[in-house]
């Protein structure tokens, strides 16, 4: 059974940092792209930022570029997002998602695998 389990969420001060991590198991994603997406409360789940299989492309949403980071260490069947500079507007749920090539990257369509999700909260 493929589980995608995110963590490192919690309640940051605005100009904080926090460190998602998302450990996949069962199956190996070292071929496909992963990505990160949210979902604040009445709103559409939108990409944050997804990396390609090797790590070498990543693409960024306008909102968190030059302020997120995405990386992954395929050894460890993980994916992680470096969150700098949060801001309030940065608070929704975070989910890591799995699967495709790097072609398509933006729709929630375009990926196979979905975790739980974790909650960020940034506070004013």
């Known amino acids: 059974q493929v589980q995608l389990v995110e963590s490192g969420g919690g309640l940051v001060q605005a100009g904080g940092s926090l460190r998602l991590s998302c450990a996949a198991s069962?199956?190996?994603?070292?071929?496909?792209?992963m990505g990160w997406f949210r979902q604040a409360p009445g709103k559409e789940r939108e990409l944050v930022a997804a990396i390609s299989w090797s790590g070498g492309r990543t693409y960024y949403g306008s909102s968190v570029k030059g302020r997120f980071t995405i990386s992954r260490d395929n050894a460890k069947n993980t994916v992680y997002l470096q969150m700098n500079s949060l801001k309030p507007e940065d608070t929704a749920t975070y989910y890591c998602a799995a699967g495709g090539s790097f072609i398509r990257v933006v729709s929630t369509t375009q990926y196979d695998y979905w975790g739980q999700g974790t909650q960020v909260t940034v506070s004013s």
């Open positions: 069962g199956r190996t994603f070292s071929n496909d792209k």
